[in-house]
């Protein structure tokens, strides 16, 4: 696993892909994948090849004033989902790291249950400092409101 000081992350000078593998590598601990082989790449950030290949595409959360953010950061992405490596499946990981104060906020639980994709099968938002972890389900597994959303 990549480690990297904080300096090193403020000042920039850790690459986007690194700081990219090393949120995969946290959240991987904290969040039980399906078996499979991890490949790194772009487009998306992570590949998940088993019974079904999981193309994983990793961001930051930022909140923007009068914005709700689950739509935002679904909608920018699944703009780029044009780009990526075919999968059988995309899943969506915002991270949120508190060692960026940009993302040092809280995240209403309606900001994810509101949120809907046509591309990302899941979209699922890790806190890394307490490995929380909260996701969508698929919509083929919905029966009513209450079950979209579910923490890990």
């Known amino acids: 696993m990549l480690t990297f000081t904080s300096g090193e992350y403020r000042a920039g000078t850790v690459k986007n892909k690194e700081i990219e593998e090393y949120y995969f590598e946290m959240f991987r601990r904290d969040y039980a994948l399906p078996d499979g082989a991890v490949e790194y790449g ?5 590949i998940l090849r088993g019974a079904r290949t999981v193309g994983i595409e990793i ?5 923007e004033e009068g914005s709700h953010p689950g739509s935002v950061i679904v909608r ?4 780029k989902s044009r780009e990526y490596r075919p999968c059988d499946a995309y899943w969506l990981l915002v991270v949120v790291d508190f060692i960026d104060r940009a993302q040092d906020q809280e995240i209403p639980a309606e900001g994810l249950k509101n949120t809907t994709s046509q591309v990302f099968e899941k ?4 806190k890394t400092c307490f490995g929380y972890v909260a996701e969508t389900l698929p919509s083929s597994q919905l029966r009513n409101d209450s079950n979209l959303y ?3």
Not at 42 to 46: I, N, R, S
Request: net charge negative; glycine share 0%; charged share 35%.
């Open 150 to 152: 579910r923490n890990q």
């Open 123 to 126: 979209i699922i938002v890790y």
């Open 59 to 63: 961001t930051n959360f930022f909140l």
């Open 42 to 46: 772009d487009k998306p950030d992570v």
């Open 76 to 79: 920018a992405k699944e703009d």
